[in-house]
């Protein structure tokens, strides 16, 4: 019997016996290529042969190794026949100790923060571009996609966006102007590097009875609408139509995006599809993102809050009714949060404390990364790139909110080393 999981064997190597070339296999199989196994015109694929008697086997050695047969250890490549895989990177990740791993995993890449309103325009007509440049460049320049976030956003917005030059709060006129002018200057420096773009950003929320923010407690939540911020204060919905109008005519060959979380809750995506519906019957939109922040779990104790409906039968939903509207789908910000909101705002003391990456986190992580993937690869079709929101967990957001409490939500640990939730992802067949 064969005792190694898999057999490995150097193709120079044709003229030793087979018996040392399996002692070898197992042995120090990092330098090895890998093995076609055919047994009497039956074609297996590389996988668990521990059941096989050598004796029943012939070994082919080839000059290329079938495509569904390699031993694949880098996540985009494995990934190819299905989407790209992106990652979020920021001013440092794309070129310290984290570029390897991003260079090694992802195919597609985005900017966290250094795309934004805030970062590339933060006093009028003040462009600064140097800090985006590098960062597309070097994506660019390791084959990467590049997609941008984000436009128009109610946050990372400077003030002087809504104040007039007389003084006072900026008319509507001159809001519409300002996002034409921010819109087409920055889509014209990233034009041809830059595939897609999220135009507009979250840009709905829910309302309870007395028009209240309901956040993410939806046990008070009356209706769903444009969030009150002070684009949609001052200039309403046309602030979203002239964003996408501006994006259209400023690079037409960009895909075209709308972004948002919760898209899993029925109520949010219908609203966010009444207008996303218009555009797409001016052709003014491509598809939409589905950020993906997700937990651990879906929320046991309190369900009216939001991350009970975090399921993978609610985001497949999302995905298929997207898709069935002619859009492209694209998960924009995946991470899994291994923390739950799972307890009342009075209950604060398990919201801020903090847990180290446990066997059980581990475990726990590993499986809900495999569900979503299985299912994102279930609807490969649809789906046209899934980017991480960020690439290992000594550096994510959720660690800095709210509370600084260390969380492990990627696929790299904070040392950089791939943590189950990796493996699980990378273990199916082609
Ligand atoms: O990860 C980003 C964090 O560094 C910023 O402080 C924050 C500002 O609000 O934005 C974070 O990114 C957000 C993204 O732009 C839009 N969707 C939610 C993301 C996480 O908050």
């Not at 052709?283 to 046991?300: F, M, R, T, Y």
């Not at 499986?367 to 690869?377: E, T």
């Not at 991480?388 to 950089?416: M, V, Y």
Request: proline share 2%.
């Amino acid at each position: 019997m064969v005792t190694s999981e898999r057999i490995f064997l150097c193709r120079d190597e044709s003229s030793a016996l087979l018996s040392d070339a399996l002692h070898k296999s197992t042995h120090s199989q990092d330098a090895m290529d890998q093995l076609k196994v055919t047994k009497k015109g039956f074609y297996t694929k590389l996988v668990d042969i521990s059941s096989y008697k050598i004796e029943n086997l012939s070994i082919t050695l080839q000059d290329s190794i079938p495509e569904d047969t390699v031993h694949e250890t880098s996540l985009h490549k494995k990934y190819r026949n299905y989407f790209h895989i992106g990652a979020a990177i920021d001013g440092n990740s794309y070129r310290d100790s984290h570029a390897a791993l991003w260079k090694e995993h992802f195919n597609a890449a985005v900017c966290e923060n250094e795309m934004k309103w805030t970062a590339l325009q933060p006093s009028e007509g003040n462009f600064q571009f140097g800090q985006a440049n590098a960062m597309v460049n070097a994506a660019r320049s390791n084959g990467m996609l590049v997609r941008g976030h984000v436009l128009v956003w109610f946050d990372q917005t400077p003030d002087w966006v809504f104040q007039s030059p007389y003084g006072g709060q900026a008319s509507k006129q001159l809001i519409l102007e300002r996002i034409r002018t921010h819109v087409t200057r920055v889509m014209q420096e990233f034009k041809d590097r830059v595939y897609a773009w999220d135009v507009v950003n979250e840009a709905v929320v829910g309302y309870d009875a007395n028009n209240q923010d309901v956040g993410e407690d939806l046990g008070t939540l009356a209706r769903w609408g444009y969030r009150n911020s002070k684009l949609y204060q001052i200039a309403g919905e046309d602030h979203i139509l002239e964003a996408f109008k501006a994006a259209r005519e400023a690079d037409p060959d960009a895909k075209l995006f709308y972004n948002d979380f919760w898209n899993y809750l029925d109520g949010k995506r219908e609203f966010i599809i009444s207008f996303v519906k218009k555009l797409k019957e001016q052709e003014l939109i491509d598809g939409v993102g589905l950020q993906c922040h997700l937990n651990i779990s879906p929320a046991k104790e309190k369900l009216s809050n939001q991350s009970a409906y975090q399921t993978v039968d609610n985001l497949e939903k999302e995905i298929k009714v997207y898709a069935a509207l002619g859009l492209d789908v694209h998960i924009t910000e995946l991470d899994i949060s291994i923390y739950t909101r799972d307890y009342t705002s009075d209950d604060q003391s398990r919201w801020y404390m903090g847990y180290d990456l446990n066997e059980d986190y581990q475990n726990r992580l590993a499986a809900r990364y495999k569900d979503f993937f299985d299912m994102f690869r279930r609807n490969a079709g649809k789906i046209q790139n899934v980017t991480f929101w960020g690439i290992a967990d000594d550096n994510t957001w959720l660690s800095e909110f709210p509370s600084g409490r260390p969380d492990h939500p990627l696929l790299f640990d904070k040392h950089l080393k791939p943590k189950r939730a990796f493996d699980a992802i990378m273990n199916f067949d082609r």
